[in-house]
């Protein structure tokens, strides 16, 4: 199966983001991330993540953006729906607030689960199923 | 199409029309916004966002979107 979507348009700039349902401890919030290649790592918004039920109790990790920003993480397991699938995968939470402006879909998790296609010129993507 | 769903459609094609949100995080229905609050937590504690479950976004400002192109 394959999902079609389109860029969106934020403040003049096209961004590929998805929606999708994240869920921990019986808490749901329907929302978009920004699908990004460049990241290791799916990262939740600070505030999703608190209202989530997070606690900043999880695994710590450290990342450096390529621009040599340091974010610590902590990390947590958190049920998806994305494109028509539910799976497990996780997700940073930014010790500090407002570090991490999108939450964001990277390698770790999406990416294993879905082929990824980026159409650039047609401001489109696609998630197919592996 | 859920209503999760359609509040993401809204999203996309009426883009530039949240832009003017920026920096807030927005509830979206099938039908266009039906909230809009400085924290996510005083969004989600609205009476319609919790008897709906609607589509929530926190729209950036342009300073932010640039932060990530900048990555």
């Given at each position: 199966m394959t ?33 990004d290649?460049?990241?290791a790592l ?11 039920g997070?606690v900043?109790r ?7 953006g390529?621009g040599?920003?340091?974010t ?7 049920d998806?729906e994305?494109?028509g699938?539910n799976?497990?995968s996780k997700f940073?939470?930014?010790?500090k ?9 990277g390698?770790?998790?999406i990416?294993?689960?879905f082929?990824?296609?980026f ?12 | 199409?859920?209503v999760?769903?359609a ?6 094609k ?6 003017k ?13 039906i909230?809009?609050?400085?924290t996510l937590?005083?969004?989600m ?12 976004t926190?729209i950036?400002t ?7 192109l900048?990555?």
């Open positions: 999902a079609d979507f389109e860029y969106k348009c934020i403040q003049g700039e096209k961004l590929p983001l998805a929606p999708i349902k994240l869920t921990h401890l019986g808490r749901t919030i329907l929302t978009e991330a920004l699908i290649s460049g990241s799916s990262i939740v918004h600070g505030e999703i993540g608190e209202q989530l997070l900043h999880g695994e710590l990790v450290k990342i450096s390529a040599g920003k340091e610590v993480l902590h990390m947590y397991e958190l998806n994305l494109a699938r799976f497990k940073g939470l930014p010790m607030r407002g570090d991490v402006p999108y939450s964001i879909l390698r770790d998790g990416f294993e689960n082929e990824v296609k159409r650039q010129r047609e401001s489109k993507f696609a998630l197919s199923d592996y | 199409m859920d999760a769903t509040g993401y459609s809204w999203s996309v009426h883009s530039s029309e949240l832009d949100h920026a920096g807030k995080w927005v509830a979206i229905s099938n039908d266009g916004p909230a809009v609050s400085g937590k005083e969004l504690d609205k009476k319609d966002v919790k008897r709906l479950n609607p589509f929530i926190r950036p342009k300073e932010e979107v640039l932060s990530v900048r990555l």
